[in-house]
């Protein structure tokens, strides 16, 4: 669903309804499935940086409210005013959804801390890239998870690549989770392609959270296939065709598939029909999507406070 | 002196390559301006040519950490080397405010004249298309208003050749910012190892005398394109092009308000306490007495960058806005 839901905004992008930068969660799909399925919905807080399809689809948010506001449209989840990179759905709690690399990393460790103060067993999920891993404002956020025990789980999702920059080429030590180590934090290297290994370690380490009110780092090792964001469109500069070709065959999709099949635990039609009715479903997503209408100019306005309007007028 | 066509991003290369080409001192570093060629691929070519062995440090990849790398520049700078430090979009360089206004602008002053910061730092600033609110800000505004940098907004491919190596050869902090809608604009260059704009002069970039439009970076093109319009109801409007906010070239300004008694700031900013506030301010002040009317003045409105392309339109100024604008000043 997430896959085809984004493969039909990668459609849109090309139609130009969808504009700006976006960037899809296609190949890192089992992370996100994994580790959401270990949490009690609507209790526990996720918050990730700009790849942030995916999150809010699992954790039961509007689907059509998704696409609309990556459409830009007065019925997507902020109106318009956020679009791919700003999806909130907080009633369901997923705090977005950021476009500054590393900048939501102290604000998942407020989220922790809010818990803590008020002594509910929320845990918090705060993702952020191998990139965003290097900065400053991470290790500041390590330093006070670990200082005040907050019950986040850092999740560094180690797809190889920080834009078309190679894991190598921006990081001195390329063993991601022992970032946690300097902080006392506990800290592992996990698989995030195969979605049955990621959902049991998920539920060994949020239990773990939850039970011992202790921060946790871990590094997914995962791929994206796609280009960084939708206007990348030349990824050779960065990485070869052969490599993304070995990497593609870690496909978990294809693996979950595989594995249904050869337990017999789905038939190959009943496989089929699913996808078929997945297809019905995003193309009726983006049906509605696309029929929301452009917010009105005076919504320009709306939102900046609170109690107040801003000065008006150019 | 050679002449071409070259647009606002070729030229703004050129120069970078000529002033690394002249002065083994400088060296350019930023995020993904290396291997990836820059996001706006102002850097383009740059690694292939000057990353030859192991140990080249001419164009540097830099991990995403503004306030890391904006700092290892500063120190590099104040032992006499010259950074290029490219943002990735001027939105980014918030998070190195504290290195670029506590630190840098500061080390000349503090060490008594001991020691300069020759660097520039360099980028888009300003809205894009819809790249919503944590990427389209216009700061220049922001660094104007601190004492010990110089800040530069250049409209034409001319100015962001001359200027850009202008600003490599100075030895102060410089932050030079470039409207992403400016670089596939073109114009005729003229090259050359000395070609420098110094920074503090204005230009009048086409000569009226009922009312003066002033501006800096794109907004001038809007300008330009309302003087045409005023031109076909009888109107002559003149366009000054600030291009250097600090130092500003008052002089230049207060000329064309002396002549043409009327005059409208537009810039993209923030219209609250944008540039723009200070160069009307300043003519009020200073011009009381030669104006037929109050400065008028057209600004991006005051609120977050919105993503849809409809709100984002409604932010920023255009040329009906500045129409609107003459309208009012009767
Ligand atoms: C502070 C900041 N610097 C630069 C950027 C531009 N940028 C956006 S994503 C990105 C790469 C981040 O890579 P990573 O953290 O590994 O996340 P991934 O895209 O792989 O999910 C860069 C450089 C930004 N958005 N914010
Ligand atoms: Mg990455």
Same mark, same amino acid.
């Given at each position: 669903?997430?896959?085809?839901?984004?493969?039909?905004?990668?459609?849109?992008?090309?139609?130009?309804?969808?504009?700006?930068?976006?960037?899809?969660?296609?190949?890192?799909?089992?992370?996100?499935?994994?580790?959401?399925?270990?949490?009690?919905?609507?209790?526990?807080?996720?918050?990730?940086?700009?790849?942030?399809?995916?999150?809010?689809?699992?954790?039961?948010?509007?689907?059509?409210?998704?696409?609309?506001?990556?459409?830009?449209?007065?019925?997507?989840?902020?109106?318009?005013?956020?679009?791919?990179?700003?999806?909130?759905?907080?009633?369901?709690?997923?705090?977005?959804?950021?476009?500054?690399?590393?900048?939501?990393?102290?604000?998942?460790?407020?989220?922790?801390?809010?818990?803590?103060?008020?002594?509910?067993?929320?845990?918090?999920?705060?993702?952020?890239?191998?990139?965003?891993?290097?900065?400053?404002?991470?290790?500041?956020?390590?330093?006070?998870?670990?200082?005040?025990?907050?019950?986040?789980?850092?999740?560094?999702?180690?797809? @190889?690549?920080?834009?078309?920059?190679?894991? $190598?080429? =921006?990081?001195?030590?390329?063993?991601? +989770?022992?970032?946690? %180590? &300097?902080?006392?934090?506990?800290?592992?290297?996990?698989?995030?392609?195969?979605?049955?290994?990621?959902?049991?370690?998920?539920?060994?380490?949020?239990?773990?959270?939850?039970?011992?009110?202790?921060?946790?780092?871990?590094?997914?090792?995962?791929?994206?296939?796609?280009?960084?964001?939708?206007?990348?469109?030349?990824?050779?500069?960065?990485?070869?065709?052969?490599?993304?070709?070995?990497?593609?065959?870690?496909?978990?999709?294809?693996?979950?598939?595989?594995?249904?099949?050869?337990?017999?635990?789905?038939?190959?039609?009943?496989?089929?029909?699913?996808?078929?009715?997945?297809?019905?479903?995003?193309?009726?997503?983006?049906? @509605?999507?696309?029929?929301?209408?452009?917010? $009105?100019? =005076?919504?320009?306005?709306?939102?900046? +406070?609170?109690?107040? %309007? &801003?000065?008006?007028?150019? | 002196?050679?002449?071409?066509?070259?647009?606002?991003?070729?030229?703004?290369?050129?120069?970078?390559?000529?002033?690394?080409?002249?002065?083994?001192?400088?060296?350019?570093?930023?995020?993904?301006?290396?291997?990836?060629?820059?996001?706006?691929?102002?850097?383009?070519?740059?690694?292939?040519?000057?990353?030859?062995?192991?140990?080249?440090?001419?164009?540097?990849?830099?991990?995403?950490?503004?306030?890391?790398?904006?700092?290892?520049?500063?120190?590099?700078?104040?032992?006499?080397?010259?950074?290029?430090?490219?943002?990735?979009?001027?939105?980014?360089?918030?998070?190195?405010?504290?290195?670029?206004?506590?630190?840098?602008?500061?080390?000349?002053?503090?060490?008594?004249?001991?020691?300069?910061?020759?660097?520039?730092?360099?980028?888009?600033?300003?809205?894009?298309?819809?790249?919503?609110?944590?990427?389209?800000?216009?700061?220049?505004?922001?660094?104007?208003?601190?004492?010990?940098?110089?800040?530069?907004?250049?409209?034409?491919?001319?100015?962001?050749?001359?200027?850009?190596?202008?600003?490599?050869?100075?030895?102060?902090?410089?932050?030079?910012?470039?409207?992403?809608?400016?670089?596939?604009?073109?114009?005729?260059?003229?090259?050359?190892?000395?070609?420098?704009?110094?920074?503090?002069?204005?230009?009048?970039?086409?000569?009226?005398?009922?009312?003066?439009?002033?501006?800096?970076?794109?907004?001038?093109?809007?300008?330009?394109?309302?003087?045409?319009?005023?031109?076909?109801?009888?109107?002559?409007?003149?366009?000054?092009?600030?291009?250097?906010?600090?130092?500003?070239?008052?002089?230049?300004?207060?000329?064309?308000?002396?002549?043409?008694?009327?005059?409208?700031?537009?810039?993209?900013?923030?219209?609250?306490?944008?540039?723009?506030?200070?160069?009307?301010?300043?003519?009020?002040?200073?011009?009381?007495?030669?104006?037929?009317?109050?400065?008028?003045?057209?600004?991006?409105?005051?609120?977050?960058?919105?993503?849809?392309?409809?709100?984002?339109?409604?932010?920023?100024?255009?040329?009906?806005?500045?129409?609107?604008?003459?309208?009012?000043?009767?």
């Amino acid at each position: 669903m997430i896959r085809r839901f984004e493969d039909k905004c990668n459609i849109a992008y090309r139609q130009g309804l969808v504009g700006g930068y976006m960037h899809v969660y296609i190949g890192m799909e089992a992370t996100a499935v994994g580790w959401n399925a270990a949490l009690k919905p609507g209790w526990d807080y996720v918050i990730t940086a700009y790849r942030d399809h995916a999150q809010p689809l699992i954790m039961g948010s509007d689907p059509v409210k998704v696409m609309a506001e990556i459409m830009g449209r007065s019925g997507g989840y902020s109106f318009g005013k956020g679009g791919s990179m700003h999806i909130y759905d907080i009633e369901n709690c997923f705090f977005g959804g950021w476009g500054i690399v590393g900048g939501h990393t102290p604000l998942g460790a407020g989220l922790a801390f809010a818990a803590k103060y008020r002594k509910e067993d929320r845990v918090t999920i705060c993702y952020l890239g191998d990139g965003a891993s290097n900065a400053g404002v991470f290790f500041e956020s390590l330093n006070m998870a670990a200082l005040w025990d907050l019950p986040v789980i850092f999740i560094i999702e180690n797809n @190889e690549f920080a834009m078309g920059t190679r894991l $190598e080429y =921006h990081a001195a030590d390329t063993q991601l +989770y022992k970032r946690g %180590e &300097p902080f006392g934090i506990k800290s592992e290297r996990l698989d995030g392609m195969d979605v049955l290994q990621v959902k049991a370690d998920a539920e060994r380490i949020v239990n773990w959270v939850r039970e011992n009110q202790k921060p946790y780092l871990v590094e997914v090792m995962n791929y994206r296939f796609a280009g960084h964001g939708a206007a990348d469109n030349d990824r050779q500069l960065y990485r070869t065709k052969e490599e993304e070709d070995e990497n593609t065959k870690r496909d978990p999709i294809a693996r979950l598939e595989k594995y249904l099949t050869e337990n017999n635990l789905m038939t190959a039609e009943k496989m089929e029909a699913i996808n078929v009715e997945i297809e019905e479903r995003v193309e009726a997503i983006y049906e @509605e999507a696309v029929n929301s209408p452009h917010p $009105e100019p =005076h919504e320009v306005y709306a939102h900046v +406070y609170s109690d107040m %309007e &801003p000065e008006k007028g150019h | 002196m050679p002449t071409q066509e070259l647009s606002y991003r070729d030229a703004l290369r050129m120069a970078l390559v000529e002033e690394i080409d002249r002065d083994q001192n400088v060296f350019v570093m930023g995020e993904d301006i290396g291997r990836y060629q820059g996001t706006f691929r102002v850097t383009e070519g740059l690694f292939q040519k000057y990353n030859v062995e192991q140990n080249d440090w001419r164009i540097i990849d830099t991990p995403i950490v503004e306030p890391g790398f904006t700092g290892i520049a500063i120190g590099a700078a104040m032992t006499g080397l010259r950074p290029v430090v490219e943002m990735m979009t001027m939105s980014f360089s918030i998070l190195a405010l504290d290195q670029i206004i506590n630190h840098a602008a500061k080390i000349h002053y503090m060490t008594g004249g001991q020691s300069t910061v020759p660097m520039v730092i360099r980028g888009p600033g300003g809205a894009a298309k819809q790249l919503s609110a944590q990427h389209s800000h216009s700061l220049e505004g922001w660094y104007a208003h601190c004492p010990g940098l110089k800040v530069v907004a250049p409209a034409t491919p001319q100015d962001a050749y001359s200027m850009f190596k202008q600003a490599v050869r100075d030895d102060n902090p410089v932050i030079f910012t470039e409207n992403p809608g400016l670089y596939t604009i073109k114009g005729e260059v003229t090259t050359g190892p000395d070609v420098l704009q110094p920074f503090g002069k204005a230009q009048v970039l086409r000569e009226g005398k009922d009312l003066s439009l002033v501006a800096y970076s794109r907004m001038v093109h809007v300008c330009l394109e309302v003087a045409d319009r005023l031109a076909e109801v009888g109107i002559s409007a003149e366009v000054v092009d600030v291009r250097s906010l600090l130092p500003l070239d008052t002089e230049t300004i207060y000329q064309s308000v002396r002549k043409t008694n009327r005059a409208i700031v537009v810039y993209e900013d923030w219209k609250s306490g944008g540039f723009g506030a200070e160069i009307a301010s300043r003519i009020s002040e200073d011009c009381f007495d030669d104006l037929d009317a109050p400065v008028g003045r057209v600004g991006g409105l005051n609120v977050p960058m919105p993503y849809s392309r409809v709100l984002e339109l409604e932010c920023i100024p255009n040329a009906d806005d500045v129409m609107a604008a003459v309208r009012k000043l009767g």
